[in-house]
């Protein structure tokens, strides 16, 4: 990291290149989500979910892999307090008891050692899960309304309310649309559920915390360095968070790296919503939140 200790790099310079990359992603994510949909879970479609109890600890993926033919689709599984305890969750839309027969028969062949016993059924209705949908909508846009009205607070500046929120937003749909992109690419889940909805919550503090840093230090310069001009002064608080920036994002990558690796299926599609939600927040602080800023400033200033 050494090369990060006086660094000098172009970043204002570079707000047009970086305009264009951010676009093309943006548009191709909201048209890939407006034309494909998105694939949502259970919580926010409807569907059934069992909860099994074996006499001996079980594999899950195992499990999720001897069920996904019989019930149309791969279903969710996990651990459910205990190793001999799970939680299955299926959006097959045949009755409650054809799909209960389903998974006990199969299990009865994959575990012919090892019963188990239905210790509960329940439905979750379409209706629930609109509620669901309606109210990650409303958590979503609640955060980044608060957001615009913290930092408009804090940095008494409407200019810097608009670059951080727009961000936010670059952020999240652009995630958004390489789950959709990549939902029937990759050998793991990426449905929409309760933890993905988390997972995005967790992406926007974590752009957040980096766009605050990075106003802070302008705010900093802008007192200190009252002679110099905005553009430039912008650039210098740029590079003097640099090292910061970079060192906290991969850290933090690293330790999602090994989530998404060693987590298990259930955390996949959490741990690689957070990956790309850490590169994309590290670039947007860098390159989306301030480039904003710097536009319309000068737009303020000339009009």
Not at 155 to 181: E, K, M, Q, Y
Request: net charge negative.
């Amino acid at each position: 990291m050494r090369w990060f200790e006086t660094p000098n790099f172009n970043f204002t310079g570079s707000h047009k290149i970086a305009y264009i990359f951010s676009a093309v992603l943006f548009l191709a994510s909201l048209t890939a989500i407006l034309t494909q949909g998105l694939q949502y879970g259970i919580d926010f479609k409807g569907g059934k979910e069992f909860v099994l109890e074996f006499q001996e600890p079980v594999n899950v993926v195992e499990m999720r892999s001897t069920l996904s033919g019989p019930l149309g689709a791969a279903p969710e599984i996990k651990l459910y307090g205990s190793d001999s305890d799970v939680l299955i969750r299926t959006d097959n839309e045949g009755e409650i008891n054809v799909v209960q027969d389903i998974i006990t028969s199969n299990m009865e062949q994959l575990y012919p050692n090892n019963p188990a016993n239905v210790v509960k059924t329940d439905v979750v209705g379409p209706r629930f899960a609109e509620d669901l949908k309606w109210g990650a909508l409303q958590a979503v846009i609640y955060a980044i309304v608060i957001i615009f009205i913290y930092i408009l607070i804090r940095f008494r500046n409407w200019t810097f309310s608009a670059g951080a929120v727009a961000a936010l937003v670059h952020d999240v749909v652009i995630v958004l649309g390489v789950f959709t992109i990549l939902a029937d690419l990759v050998p793991f889940s990426l449905q929409i559920d309760q933890a993905l909805i988390a997972a995005f919550l967790t992406i926007v503090g974590y752009s957040l915390n980096d766009t605050v840093v990075v106003y802070d230090r302008i705010r900093e310069n802008s007192n200190v360095h009252k002679g110099m001009d905005f553009i430039p002064m912008v650039n210098k608080s740029l590079n003097d968070t640099l090292s910061r920036t970079v060192i906290t994002s991969i850290t933090t990558l690293f330790v999602v790296l090994v989530l998404f690796i060693f987590g298990g299926e259930v955390l996949k599609g959490f741990s690689f919503a957070l990956l790309i939600g850490i590169i994309l927040g590290t670039y947007s602080s860098l390159f989306v939140a301030s480039a904003l800023v710097v536009e319309l400033e000068v737009r303020t200033k000339k009009s």
